[in-house]
């Protein structure tokens, strides 16, 4: 029989960057390159500060019968593309992209931020919350502007200024590109923190150095190499498995192992069996329509679900802590995070999984309630894990008038503050901790209290995949607009019955005519919900034409009288004046105002009117996610 074509063995991670760096180590050419998002390279030197696995690494060998173009890593110097590699790297790109741009290469990173914006990054590690224990790690990783500077109010207020290596000692917060080779930094450090006075806080460096910095000097990576003797075949097979393959053991297969081996059978909970319907189906179909497959929770999942109950557990016995009189640092955080579901007893999945199962069904109702019907319209899936986890704690009081009114306030401040759309945990604990005691008269929760809607970004609102675009259009459903053709508000039976959309107000190819660009009549300012068959009547042709139209009517639409015709419009947030006089900029300009105050009035914040941009620049969408050509199947 042939021997192994593959061996295993642990790398350095600074001897695997270096050659990265010098171009012994390179890419397939036919690999794909993306950016990581800021929260996930955060999350990555997070873990390799803790000395924490971050996955294995697979390299091809060179010079065999596979012969794949190279290319450096990017950012590698171009002396590297003279270079001929010793191994290509097939699984493991972006995780040694990311941990070279930010620690070798030593230049701004290229990112992108949770709102979908390019922007450059430092990163750095706060050296008081790395070496605190109570504190996530990923906290502690700090992800700076290209000044260096970290502002805040939009820009007006400086929080921390990291522009000099002066201020980084005086900040305590350190340069990752300086983890593999501090010894410079570490003498400023002594030097601006030099005297009897200062020994306490430079212990604390040689602490940090100790228990964070020396995890990446010492921090090996396994590596399978494939030799040069392996096949194309083998090769083929490897990628399948790498780019679409076996999904990894989640948390819910982890939690069910360890539940069977106390008997208990987890997976059937969830999925059922021939005898009954299980959660998951339950959920299916939860104010499910007559003529659709699935209600409005039905993507709820099994770790969703395990989450919600985490965060009860965790907050019970974090009162326990505090009956026992322990208090700030002693005391066990709220959370639902990975580890906190691998932790949670049999137990305490048993006594609250009903109540929370409850929550979730009560959640739909809800969303049903703001006019949210479809999944295709849910703002966040992340965020009915808080909500079915606060409605589930409050019980019956979620539906009296005061506390629903706090709730929808909650809701909607944290699809215009646009909070659930990346690294949701800490969120979801903090609403699930914050928003009940505001319910009984405490403290604006931060989801409430840090939300600030631009103006400007209004304009930019032109995807379906944005939460803030679907929000603005339950919001206008709610408001009772009404449809342009049948005056009908669209309750839950129009909705479903009319085939309703979101469609554009001003025809887009009225607007190419026109020469306006897609990326202003794209944009939600322009669009609003509509029956199929009224969009249909509406066409391409001018507001003028098409609103003539509808008021003459045919013989399937009676003929509406203008000003009707008129309220309806009004009902939509629209001037029916500067819309019938086909003006543009001006209907841009009044109904941009207009929806802003009725975000407002949903947040219960003024929305801000300012002249700075806001930073980044918009991820341009690939052809298949702009909101033009996603349609629903009718």
Request: glycine fraction near 6%; proline fraction near 5%; hydrophobic fraction near 35%.
């Amino acid at each position: 029989m042939a021997g192994s074509t593959f061996q295993t063995n642990p790398y350095d991670l600074y001897k695997l960057l270096e050659d990265c760096h010098r171009g012994e180590l390179q890419l397939p050419d036919f690999q794909r390159s993306w950016v990581w998002d800021e929260d996930r390279i955060k999350s990555l030197i997070a873990s390799v500060s803790r000395a924490f696995p971050v996955g294995a690494l697979m390299s091809l060998d060179s010079g065999g019968e596979v012969n794949f173009k190279p290319r450096p890593v990017e950012g590698a110097p171009a002396a590297a593309n003279q270079v001929s590699p010793h191994s290509l790297l097939l699984d493991g790109q972006q995780r040694m992209t990311s941990l070279y741009q930010v620690t070798l290469r030593r230049k701004v990173v290229e990112t992108v931020t949770p709102k979908k914006k390019k922007v450059k990054r430092w990163f750095y590690i706060d050296i008081r919350k790395a070496l605190d224990p109570n504190i996530d790690r990923e906290e502690a990783i700090l992800g700076v502007p290209e000044d260096r500077i970290i502002r805040t109010n939009f820009g007006r207020e400086v929080v921390t200024n990291l522009s000099t290596p002066e201020q980084e000692y005086a900040e305590l917060t350190f340069p990752v590109t300086q983890v593999f080779d501090w010894d410079r930094w570490q003498d400023g450090f002594a030097q601006y923190w030099k005297g009897d006075a200062n020994e306490t806080v430079r212990e604390t460096f040689r602490k940090f150095k100790r228990e964070v910095l020396e995890n990446f000097k010492y921090y090996r990576v396994p590596v399978i190499s494939l030799d040069r003797s392996t096949s194309k075949e083998a090769v083929c097979v490897v990628f399948e498995k790498v780019n679409t393959g076996g999904k990894p053991l989640d948390a819910f297969e982890l939690v069910t192992a360890m539940y069977a081996a106390d008997g208990h059978e987890l997976r059937k909970d969830w999925y059922g069996d021939e005898m009954q319907k299980g959660r998951h189906r339950r959920f299916v179909d939860t104010l499910r329509p007559a003529d659709s497959e699935t209600g409005i929770i039905a993507n709820v999942s099994n770790t969703d679900f395990l989450q919600a109950i985490s965060l009860f557990y965790t907050r019970e016995r974090r009162r326990e802590a505090e009956r026992t009189g322990k208090q700030g640092k002693e005391l066990p955080f709220v959370t639902g995070n990975r580890q906190a579901l691998l932790s949670l007893p049999l137990i305490a999945y048993k006594h609250y999984e009903k109540k929370v199962e409850h929550g979730f069904m009560q959640a739909a109702k809800f969303l049903h309630m703001l006019h949210i019907y479809r999944i295709f319209d849910l703002p966040y899936q992340s965020q009915i894990v808080p909500l079915a986890a606060i409605i589930a704690d409050i019980g019956e009081a979620w539906e009296h008038q005061a506390n629903r009114a706090k709730l929808v306030q909650w809701y909607w401040n944290g699809v215009f503050g646009e909070l659930y759309g990346s690294a949701v945990e800490s969120r979801i604990a903090k609403d699930f901790t914050e928003v009940p005691a505001w319910l009984q008269g405490g403290p604006e929760p931060t989801t409430v209290s840090e939300t600030t809607f631009r103006a400007d970004r209004l304009k930019t609102m032109r995807m379906r995949l944005s939460a803030a675009y679907k929000g603005m259009n339950a919001l206008l459903m709610k408001e009772g607009a009404q449809d342009f053709r049948s005056g009908q508000k669209f309750d839950h039976t129009v909705f479903f019955g009319e085939n309703v959309d979101i469609h554009h107000i001003f025809p887009q190819d009225w607007c190419k005519k026109q020469g306006i660009k897609p990326a202003v009549y794209d944009s939600i300012i322009n669009k609003t919900p509509l029956s199929f068959r009224t969009n249909r009547i509406i066409g391409g042709v001018a507001p003028s034409e098409y609103l003539a139209k509808l008021e003459k009517g045919d013989k399937q639409t009676p003929a509406i009288e203008r000003e009707r015709l008129n309220s309806y419009l009004r009902s939509h947030l629209i001037d029916p004046d500067i819309l019938r006089r086909n003006e543009f900029e001006a209907f841009m300009a009044d109904r941009q105002k207009r929806l802003l105050d009725l975000i407002g009035q949903a947040t219960g914040k003024a929305t801000y009117v300012g002249g700075e941009q806001e930073e980044g620049v918009d991820v341009e969408a690939d052809a298949d996610m702009v909101e033009a050509g996603m349609v629903i199947p009718t």
